[in-house]
């Protein structure tokens, strides 16, 4: 299984560090995305990091703030978020989702959910001041 942590609640401007967890299986060989859902809204991916060559991808909404990475040896992959905004507030999740398929090309999982192998439970993530 996946498990997300690391959700609080943070002022605009801050940061936070989600974790994801597998237990039962070695994340090392899969690609990882992070996808979010904020209330109303459908579930999107914002980032991916490949299991072949650690590549990673970002949505626009995300780049150049959120950090994606992984420790192989701790199997978890992490999402570095700087510079948190309001929009940000969301369920984020963490998912097998070989090749970045549905989160390496970002938008709504609407319609891809079946090419997700694993999805966490989720972590939330609430910014407001």
């Known amino acids: 299984q996946l498990v997300e942590s690391g959700g609080d609640l943070v002022q605009p401007g801050g940061s936070l560090r989600l974790s994801c967890a597998a237990s039962?299986?070695?994340?090392?060989?899969?690609?990882i995305g992070w996808f979010r859902q904020a209330p109303g809204k459908e579930r999107e991916g914002i980032s991916c990091?490949?299991?072949?060559?650690?590549?990673?991808k970002y949505a626009d909404s995300v780049k150049g703030r959120f950090t994606i990475s992984r420790d192989n040896a701790k199997n978890t992959v992490y999402l570095q978020m700087n510079s948190l905004k309001l929009d940000d507030t969301a369920t984020y999740y963490c998912?097998?989702?070989?090749?970045?398929?549905?989160?390496?090309?970002?938008?709504?999982?609407?319609?891809?959910?079946?090419?997700?192998?694993?999805w966490g439970q989720g972590t939330r993530v609430t910014v407001s001041s």
């Open positions: 998912a097998v989702d070989p090749d970045c398929f549905v989160a390496g090309t970002f938008g709504p999982v609407t319609g891809r959910e079946s090419y997700i192998e694993l």
């Open positions: 990091i490949t299991g072949s060559d650690g590549s990673t």
């Open positions: 039962g299986f070695s994340l090392d060989p899969f690609s």
